[in-house]
């Protein structure tokens, strides 16, 4: 994580850049927004408590970290909070400065949405894995995030380094379903402000994910390291079922499947 070192180059990509294209798209009169926004707004996730209250944790304590204690618990009574899939209404609380360029992002589109009776849809993007696509000018990629370091560090022969215990739980969606999730946003006008969580809806743990794909290229077991950063997430899963309903989207790729296929490719099988 590069804590705050790129927090400008963000501000003036996201922020900035967003609001540009607004006030074009206002002066010209353009009415329909499909923003492409990711999962990281949220930072760390929703959990309930034992008694069935529910809590949106804040950072966890270093004390903490360094004696392996890395779920979120109940202040007072010290019991484990559980996770649980959250909605687009959940509250936004950032952790990076790209995540908060991100929320920036979707601020000025909901302002946008206010001031001249556009329509935006706001695609939440989950943790994306997929090649990258070639346009005859450079690569972009899909290629970013712990399902890469996984794959990279299994093509150099190495066991793929996890994290805390590797029980965070994420959601991984194949770029080609994000890609159906985009296309089905474009064809599909909604009405008003609406963020969608575009996620496959079969959460894995990161030890899940870097086994998976361990396996699939008879790589190295993973190590689990226990190490942790104070601004890591714990776990982030999300409800899929406004865009299943607001799209028709449903993501056809199920994670332990394509991750095994993406770790695969990386080491040139198939």
């Avoid at 996890?162 to 599909?188: C, H, I, K, L, N």
């Avoid at 998976?212 to 079922?241: L, N, Q, S, W």
């Amino acid at each position: 994580m590069d804590g705050m070192r790129w927090a400008a180059l963000y501000a003036t990509h996201n922020d900035a850049g967003t609001a540009v294209l607004l006030a074009a798209m206002e002066r010209a009169g353009v009415r329909r927004l499909v923003l492409g926004s990711s999962v990281a707004v949220y930072g760390e996730g929703r959990y309930r408590g034992a008694r069935g209250g529910v809590f949106y944790p804040g950072l966890r304590r270093r004390r903490d970290l360094d004696r392996g204690m890395f779920d979120h618990r109940e202040l007072r009574s010290g019991d484990v909070l559980t996770w649980e899939p959250m909605g687009e209404d959940a509250p936004l609380r950032p952790r990076s400065a790209y995540a908060a360029s991100k929320v920036a992002q979707e601020h000025y589109a909901l302002a946008w949405v206010a001031n001249t009776g556009g329509n935006a849809a706001v695609l939440r993007y989950h943790h994306l894995y997929g090649e990258p696509v070639a346009d005859g000018r450079h690569v972009r990629s899909a290629e970013s995030g712990v399902a890469a370091r996984f794959r990279a560090e299994l093509l150099a022969g190495r066991p793929p380094q996890v994290f805390e215990d590797g029980g965070q739980v994420r959601d991984f969606v194949q770029v080609r379903d994000a890609a159906v999730a985009t296309v089905a946003a474009v064809e599909r006008p909604l009405p008003g402000f609406v963020p969608l969580n575009i996620a496959s809806g079969r959460p894995l743990t990161l030890w899940e994910v870097a086994s998976t794909m361990a396996k699939a290229v008879d790589g190295p077991t993973p190590v689990v390291t226990g190490h942790c950063r104070v601004t890591d997430i714990r776990h982030v899963v999300a409800h899929p079922e406004r865009a299943r309903q607001a799209l028709e989207f449903t993501a056809r790729t199920l994670p332990a499947a394509g991750l095994a296929e993406y770790a695969l490719r990386g080491a040139g099988r198939r």
